[in-house]
């Protein structure tokens, strides 16, 4: 069992491209997140899904999409990538009824 | 003021040690907490709930106070092992579910 896998590891990209993150899990979690973490800050919510075929907006949702066409895939899309996008982003996600979320590996991203 | 606050360290503690670090969150509304650790350049996981009568793991403690809205963590006999960040969680309803994370705690055990 992989639990969540997020792809890829690490990117360097150039601003103003496009750049889609993903996230995979396989505990047919309802809920899925999107963190990005940065230095001296606490994760910060991006977006979020409670269950396939709905989202909704964290706290920094500016410059980010995702969709859930289903319950084990939550993309994460930069349609323009500027230098403040650089982070590290988590997924997550967390079964219904519980509060505690399991969180993929990461995915470092350079915004040139 | 951050929703949720917590000294950003380093603690360099001596293994065996017992160290101790809180967390003060803003608002009084929250209804769940929790530690998560975090290792080098690796995802959080939860380490602990903190329940309001406070809850032990092993040498970890949790506990949590209302009224001055914080709550701390207790690690005995420290190990080398116990090196990571320790992020405080804060779940507020009132926010549809989301948790409030704290930037974290840095603990160093040395040998």
């Known amino acids: 069992i992989a639990g969540i896998t997020q792809a890829p590891t690490s990117q360097i990209l150039a601003a103003g491209r496009r750049m889609t993150l993903r996230c995979t899990q396989d505990m047919r979690h309802n809920a899925m997140y999107w963190y990005r973490q940065d230095l001296g800050l606490g994760l910060r919510l991006i977006h979020y899904?409670?269950?396939?075929?709905?989202?909704g907006k964290g706290e920094v949702p500016d410059g980010y999409s995702v969709s859930r066409a289903n319950t084990d895939d939550f993309p994460l899309t930069l349609a323009s990538a500027v230098p403040s996008q650089t982070s590290v982003y988590f997924c997550a996600s967390s079964p219904v009824g519980q509060e505690t979320q399991y969180f993929g590996p990461g995915t470092r991203l350079l915004v040139l | 003021r951050k929703e949720v606050e917590q000294d950003p360290g380093p603690f360099n503690v001596p293994e065996g040690a017992t160290v101790a670090f809180n967390c003060t969150y803003s608002n009084s509304a929250s209804q769940s907490f929790f530690w998560y650790r975090q290792d080098c350049r690796k995802e959080p996981k939860l380490l602990m709930s903190v329940y309001s009568s406070g809850n032990e793991d092993g040498r970890f403690t949790a506990q949590l106070n209302r009224a001055s809205q914080y709550i701390s963590l207790l690690i005995r006999d420290s190990k080398l092992s116990d090196s990571a960040t320790y992020l405080c969680v804060v779940n507020t309803l009132d926010s549809n579910y989301q948790l409030i994370w704290g930037a974290g705690t840095k603990l160093i055990i040395k040998p």
């Open positions: 899904s409670n269950t396939a075929g709905t989202t």
